[in-house]
């Protein structure tokens, strides 16, 4: 779950949603990748459904609130990172490539104290990096334009999980696919962004949990939450 703190309680966003987002985004920005479109949006839709069955009902996390998604072990987010880039084969070769990718950028910069954990982790990573690599020879997408695509993949999930509550603050430096820098802001449920990144403005809903304050953290309420993007100059 990604988590923010709300009037009534909490605010959570299930991943597999926050993943819908992303692919939402991506429709909306004027980008896009160079390897097959078809697999790519899966990629980008379903990225996090590794996290499905943990995000069914809110649990109860750390003395703040409920559970977020920062409070997992390293050891949790490869086994359902796993899980996700096994979803995402069932879906699309080009999809496996891109999820399996992106969990070895998410994983591989992370610091490892022990050193067992940190061997695991490698081999899982690098295990992803040979099958995003092999998918894309497959497909006769190049190593760069792989690697472009992930990070095009990088740039709408870390918006979204912004758009969802995470991390909080009104402003946040966005890294391009091609290296490039652009700066977005929001104002409530406002996003202004780059014209030249964001062609026209765009509606997008982000279903919400608001559940109460305290544990065990029952669900009072379903919700959906529109975000406007607005291009400025």
């Known amino acids: 779950m990604i988590r923010r703190s709300s009037g009534q309680g909490w605010e959570l966003v299930r991943q597999p949603d926050h993943g819908v987002l992303a692919c939402a985004l991506l429709d909306a920005i004027a980008d ?20 499905r069955e943990r995000d069914r009902a809110p649990r109860e996390g750390d003395s703040i609130g409920p559970e977020s998604f920062l409070e997992l072990s390293l050891a949790e987010h490869l086994e359902i990172s796993g899980e996700s880039v096994r979803l995402a084969g069932d879906l699309h070769p080009y999809a496996e490539a891109i999820v399996a990718l992106h969990g070895a950028w998410l994983h591989g910069a992370r610091v490892v104290q022990d050193p067992e954990l940190a061997e695991q982790r490698d081999a899982i990573i690098g295990a992803w990096r040979s099958l995003a690599e092999a998918r894309a020879v497959e497909l006769g997408v190049s190593t760069a334009d792989l690697h472009r695509d992930q990070r095009l993949c ?35 449920d406002t996003v202004r962004m780059p014209a030249d990144l964001l062609p026209s403005g ?32």
């Open 202 to 233: 765009r509606d997008l809903v982000v279903p919400v949990l608001t559940v109460a304050g305290t544990a065990p953290f029952a669900v009072i309420g379903e919700a959906a939450r529109t975000i406007s993007l607005v291009p400025v100059a």
């Open 32 to 51: 896009a990748p160079h390897g097959p479109l078809e697999g790519f949006r899966l990629a980008v839709a379903h990225h996090d459904d590794g996290w």
């Open 154 to 188: 990088a740039m709408v999930d870390f918006v979204s999980l912004w758009l969802c509550g995470w991390p909080d603050g009104d402003e946040l430096a966005l890294e391009r696919p091609d290296g490039a820098e652009a700066d977005i802001e929001r104002d409530g």
